[in-house]
């Protein structure tokens, strides 16, 4: 066991909460970088430097006293992290996170790997939308390419007043245009690699969505056993590609038997969440151990479990199911569409 | 749920750490009290207070700005505690404490109750010891009346000499005599009652120990299924009786398909460790939830398990088993005969 190493998080929200506690379980000691004096991980790191993440001189000085750098969410500033770069090893490696950071980037790597992604195009001003509209005639999704996420910068454009009302007069962000396609459902698989080149993925969760952000997500799910090996064998190709260390989620569309990929996220996911019941380990102990280069665990699930996310709200009549498990991450105030916490409650296998 | 409100915990150990842990994601804020600076429970905890436990002063502030008051060991000063329990609820409460913390009081309540224990008595003297040798004429246990753990503050007297060897010339901490018993197996039962006198209790596990420390705990045990019963009715019966609020952990001995309590240990147990990995809720999930009105969660076990301690010892063959759970709990020294950690070996049910 590596003892009395230190793990650099950058973010300190809820996914960093939770890898803290999973680092904190194997005795590793956990600092925090994070702009918010608040932040849930903060109640369960030994260190918690606060600092704006385009800010160079801080998060370098932060970098210098920690072993392995990580990360909880994707939208670092390029420029500090390639100075953070220099100074510790970053793990996942930025090269991951720099293409997971730009959708189009991001489709772009995995349409040249072979993988499906729905229909996209560049965006580079209200022009390029109107041209598009005019040329597909379909409704159009227009997404910045930066910075979203729980739905956040996006918006869905049918016709020329929507581009109106949405864009005249305003700048846009680089974006791209995505094709509204109708899916059957969505998947999503939580895949860790370690140095070595060793893979374990989980079982592919079924998630629900409602205004962009995640509702629920249900294990197992009804889809084929095919189609479950072709969503890891896909997620796996990424990984390896990449050369990637930790943990990766990967969101997937299925629709008429075939799978687009939505999304890559280049860490823990809310959708992995599951893991901590239901699995013989968890998304965050997988990470930990991959970033710490310690052996990776069984993905191997043990119950049947559907996983609720406490969305602006810190209360749920699941509450008294003495089979649901509840993580209230501890953020200061509830807001309407903010993720305080979630529940995994249990189905035993077989019932 | 509970929000915004402080668990305070006396000792700043493993135990006090995992319990944090567990406090920490349903959101609770966890302060700590403990004299050691490098303490393992510091590095999860919103803020610790360095102190002794006999300052009351220092123990009377450090309660003053929690709701909850709770604890990770039996041995805090009467005196203190006393004032502690005027500033802020304490659970489990100080009775349950005050019994456990001393051995002559905890057996005397137990036969009370018409529990069997092994056979003691009360030993004030050198003299004591010898007259009792003298009549019984078989060996027995001498054992400090309190802060005697993990074999710690115990002797086997069979003979005048070891008489000599142990106690000549020196003075004699108030103690009692047991008689030797050779029992067939160690098992222990982890045990949660809430406010209402809810009442979930887990399986009983197999304890071995070494030494007068635990080595490992199995689980399931082969005892039948009537001596599993019993084990349960007798723990009930206890924590009914006090009307206690939180875990308790309950040590027997099994003899002749007789049960035998050894002892009560008012608070989350190094033998339900286990149940981090082996059971639907852990015990410091269920001993948080007691002591903060939330609902019992089930203590189903869904895999087998066996717990192995790491003693003196940060390493493990096991650490490459992909069902081996390791949890370092971060102590700053390696000693002979320290608990630096345990690893919770899944074995899978029906394998």
């Keep these: 066991m590596r003892l009395n190493k230190t793990i650099g998080i950058l973010g300190g929200g809820q996914l960093a ?4 506690i999973a680092a904190a379980n194997l005795g590793f000691n956990i600092n925090i970088y994070c702009p918010d004096r608040d932040c849930p991980a903060a109640q369960v790191a030994s260190k918690v430097i606060f600092g704006n993440y385009d800010d160079s001189d801080n998060l370098v000085a932060f970098a210098k006293n920690v072993d392995i750098l990580t990360y909880e969410f994707e939208n670092i500033d390029t420029k500090a992290l390639e100075e953070l770069d220099q100074q510790v090893e970053i793990r996942p490696s930025i090269k991951a996170l720099k293409i997971s950071q730009d959708r189009y980037t991001e489709k772009s ?5 072979g993988i499906k992604t729905t ?3 560049k965006i580079d001003s209200v022009a390029d939308i109107e041209k598009l509209l005019n040329r597909l005639k379909k409704p159009i999704l227009i997404k910045t390419r930066r910075l979203g996420y729980d739905g956040k910068g996006q918006v869905l454009i049918k016709n020329q007043d929507d581009i109106n009302k949405y864009f005249l007069g305003k700048s846009l962000a680089p974006s791209i245009a995505e094709e509204v396609i109708s899916f ?3 998947l999503s698989i939580i895949i860790v690699r370690d ?3 060793n893979i374990k993925a989980f079982e592919p969760g079924e998630n629900v969505h409602e205004h962009g952000i995640l509702l629920t997500t249900t294990l197992p799910t009804s889809t084929s056993e095919v189609l479950k090996n072709n ?6 190709k990424i990984v390896n590609d990449l050369g990637y260390i930790g943990v990766m989620g990967v969101e997937f569309f299925l629709k008429e038997q075939g799978l687009y990929v939505n999304e890559i996220a280049p860490r823990v996911h809310n959708s992995g969440h599951w893991t901590m019941d239901g699995s013989y380990s968890s998304q965050f102990q997988q990470h930990i151990r991959a970033i710490m280069d310690l052996p990776l665990l069984s993905t191997e699930r043990h119950s049947d479990v ?5 969305i602006g709200t810190v209360t749920s009549n699941l509450v008294n199911n003495e089979l649901a498990k509840v993580y209230i991450y501890g953020k200061k105030d509830v807001l309407p569409g903010r993720k305080m916490g979630h529940v995994n409650l249990i189905k035993k296998k077989g019932s």
Tied chains: 1, 2.
Excluded: H, P, V
């Excluded at 790597?109 to 790997?113: A, D, F, G, K």
């Excluded at 969503?231 to 796996?236: C, D, G, L, Y």
């Excluded at 559907?306 to 406490?310: A, K, R």
């Design 119 to 121: 229909q996209f195009y």
């Design 195 to 197: 140095k070595k080149g």
């Design 109 to 113: 790597y995995l349409n040249s790997l």
């Design 17 to 20: 909460k939770m890898l803290a």
């Design 306 to 310: 559907i996983m609720y996310n406490l």
């Design 231 to 236: 969503a890891t064998i896909i997620a796996k």
């Design 184 to 186: 059957d459902r969505e």
